[in-house]
């Protein structure tokens, strides 16, 4: 049985005459085989139609006819001299087994395109997933920093906090060494109150007494007071400094300056009167001290 050309075959399995040349050619003119995958293959190609420049007896493989180069016709140049003609039956079977090889090239196409589909679904699922870690991992180390921070922001401020004590006992010690030591830490035992004097007519009157020491009472701005007994020629400066050891630090750990109020008469004690001793300021025997926060300037 006579078999049809590449070209035929493609033809009479419904394939474009044009397109069929194009994939004779573009395949090296390999076989029906291969131009048929290369047809599935490029089916969808905008320009799959589209005519190659090159003479069709070089597409095909074959030489020009005398036809196809315009030359004169000799005796047995007649279309398909020497080629056996097929009959309707063997033409048929021909096609049947072109359909069939076309059907089992589409089968693998498909099947190709299912495993290629297959394997990006997998690509996909493993990118996302890739992906999903590292977004966990970038999370966890996003909060690590922030902890990481909100420590070193603490060890921070509890360092803040531990110079501002320093400070406040450096300024303590400074001023206890200023004025003579630790004010007032031993109180001493308090003055006896002398017993009226009898009058006598026969005598002269008693003279004024000397006191050493005198007793100061201190009320602080939150109702409650501070007693302690000085010496007499100590400086008003003493009985502040004893105020501002004993009166306790207040919210924020700092303290603000103090000022000394005398009860009554009412008087603002200034800070050339903080050199003065108790006893010239009138504060012997004993007072009473109102304790007030300094105002600025």
Same mark, same amino acid.
């Given at each position: 049985? /006579?078999?049809?050309?590449?070209?035929?075959?493609? #033809?009479?399995? =419904?394939?474009?005459?044009?397109?069929?040349?194009? /994939?004779?050619?573009?395949?090296?003119?390999? =076989? #029906?085989?291969?131009?048929?995958?290369?047809?599935?293959?490029?089916?969808?190609?905008?320009?799959?139609?589209?005519?190659?420049?090159?003479?069709?007896?070089?597409?095909?493989?074959?030489?020009?006819?005398?036809?196809?180069?315009?030359?004169?016709?000799?005796? =047995?140049?007649?279309?398909?001299?020497?080629?056996?003609?097929?009959?309707?039956?063997?033409?048929?079977?021909?096609?049947?087994?072109?359909?069939?090889?076309?059907?089992?090239?589409?089968?693998?196409?498909?099947?190709?395109?299912?495993?290629?589909?297959?394997?990006?679904?997998?690509?996909?699922?493993?990118?996302?997933?890739?992906?999903?870690?590292?977004?966990?991992?970038?999370?966890?180390?996003?909060?690590?920093?922030?902890?990481?921070?909100?420590?070193?922001?603490?060890?921070?401020?509890?360092?803040?906090?531990?110079?501002?004590?320093?400070? #406040?006992?450096?300024?303590?010690?400074?001023?206890?060494?200023?004025?003579?030591?630790?004010? =007032?830490?031993?109180?001493?035992?308090?003055?006896?109150?002398?017993?009226?004097?009898?009058?006598?007519?026969?005598?002269?009157?008693?003279?004024?007494?000397?006191?050493?020491?005198?007793?100061?009472?201190?009320?602080?701005?939150?109702?409650?007071?501070?007693?302690?007994?000085?010496?007499?020629?100590?400086?008003?400066?003493?009985?502040?400094?004893?105020?501002?050891?004993?009166?306790?630090?207040?919210?924020?750990?700092?303290?603000?300056?103090?000022?000394?109020?005398?009860?009554?008469?009412?008087?603002?004690?200034?800070?050339?009167?903080?050199?003065?001793?108790?006893?010239?300021?009138?504060?012997?025997?004993?007072?009473?001290? #109102?304790?007030?926060?300094?105002?600025?300037?």
């Amino acid at each position: 049985m /006579a078999e049809l050309t590449a070209l035929e075959s493609l #033809i009479e399995m =419904g394939f474009p005459k044009g397109r069929a040349e194009k /994939a004779l050619a573009l395949t090296g003119n390999q =076989g #029906i085989e291969a131009a048929m995958d290369w047809l599935m293959e490029h089916e969808d190609d905008p320009d799959v139609d589209e005519p190659l420049a090159t003479p069709l007896g070089h597409v095909l493989g074959r030489e020009p006819t005398p036809s196809e180069q315009g030359g004169p016709k000799g005796p =047995g140049s007649a279309v398909g001299e020497g080629k056996p003609v097929l009959t309707e039956e063997e033409r048929q079977e021909q096609t049947k087994r072109m359909l069939e090889l076309v059907a089992q090239k589409q089968r693998e196409r498909e099947e190709r395109e299912e495993r290629e589909a297959l394997e990006r679904e997998r690509q996909r699922r493993r990118q996302g997933q890739e992906l999903s870690a590292a977004r966990q991992r970038l999370q966890e180390d996003e909060m690590r920093r922030a902890a990481e921070e909100r420590k070193r922001e603490k060890a921070e401020e509890l360092a803040a906090r531990q110079r501002v004590r320093e400070k #406040i006992e450096r300024d303590k010690a400074e001023r206890a060494k200023k004025y003579g030591g630790n004010v =007032g830490s031993q109180p001493s035992p308090p003055a006896a109150e002398p017993g009226p004097v009898p009058s006598s007519p026969s005598r002269e009157p008693p003279t004024k007494r000397e006191y050493d020491q005198c007793r100061i009472q201190v009320r602080l701005p939150d109702g409650t007071s501070l007693t302690q007994t000085f010496r007499a020629r100590e400086q008003l400066a003493a009985v502040r400094l004893y105020v501002e050891l004993h009166r306790g630090e207040e919210p924020g750990g700092g303290q603000d300056p103090v000022q000394l109020l005398s009860g009554f008469p009412r008087r603002a004690f200034s800070e050339a009167d903080m050199e003065r001793p108790l006893q010239e300021l009138g504060l012997v025997p004993s007072a009473v001290l #109102i304790v007030a926060k300094k105002c600025p300037g």
